[in-house]
């Protein structure tokens, strides 16, 4: 049985995971008979924003760890305890948690760094030669772990941009298809980036799901 590492930014499109993107990815993985461990980091989150007027709500704080385990039911780990050797694959949802607490795209753009354990992690999987599932925004952390990879957000031209100018090479795409980099072994999909319903954002991610796991030695 393949076992997939998870990793999450929280919980909520505004400031975390996305939740339908996640489910999706763990419906998927279980239908295919595939074990997923799901992580985050155990950090505060940059902001929390009110999901039913998208504003900031000033004076909160919430951790990534703690808000993530909403979505995994409570079965999640510090990402500092996951390791490649442990696992066949790795998943990153999407979210604008991705870009505000995975990495710092969001406020830097073409500057952004990673966070640490993120970095880490997905070149630990990198350099094993072992596949990784990037959706949604997940995409633009892609040049900051591999030289040159393939990689899809869909067709935003300023995104699509940005990522190019961080050394990834874009590649536009539907929603309910996916760009596979064979060398690299990086599976991207736009999802919400481009989805207009839950059904055609689970048309690309379970494409990816099975792209993984076929993938996965």
């Known amino acids: 049985m393949k076992k997939v590492a998870v990793v999450l930014a ?24 595939a074990q997923y461990q799901c992580f985050a980091p155990d950090i505060e989150q940059l902001h929390v924003i009110n999901h039913k007027t998208g504003e900031v709500m000033d004076g909160e704080s919430r951790n990534v760890l703690i808000e993530a385990a909403r979505l995994a039911r409570g079965e999640i780990k510090d990402l500092t305890e996951a390791k490649a050797e442990d696992f066949d694959a790795l998943i990153f949802p999407g979210g604008f948690g991705v870009a505000k607490n995975l990495c710092n795209f969001a406020t830097e753009g ?35 772990i591999y030289n040159g990879a393939q990689c899809t957000i869909g067709n935003n031209a300023e995104t699509a941009a940005a990522i190019e100018s961080m ?28 989805a207009s319903r839950i059904s ?15 993938m996965a030695q």
């Open 200 to 214: 055609e954002a689970a048309a690309g991610i379970e494409k990816l799901v099975r792209q993984i796991l076929e």
């Open 167 to 194: 050394g990834a090479t874009h590649v536009d795409c539907p929603v309910d298809d996916i760009v596979i980099d064979e060398e690299n072994k990086v599976i991207t999909t736009p999802a919400y980036m481009l």
């Open 110 to 144: 073409t500057n952004m760094t990673l966070n640490p354990e993120v970095a880490r992690i997905a070149t630990e999987f990198a350099e094993a030669g072992k596949p990784a599932g990037y959706i949604c925004i997940a995409p633009t952390m892609v040049a900051s």
């Open 10 to 33: 929280g919980c909520g499109v505004y400031d975390g995971s996305e939740i339908y993107e996640t489910v999706i990815t763990l419906l998927s993985l279980d239908s295919h008979e």
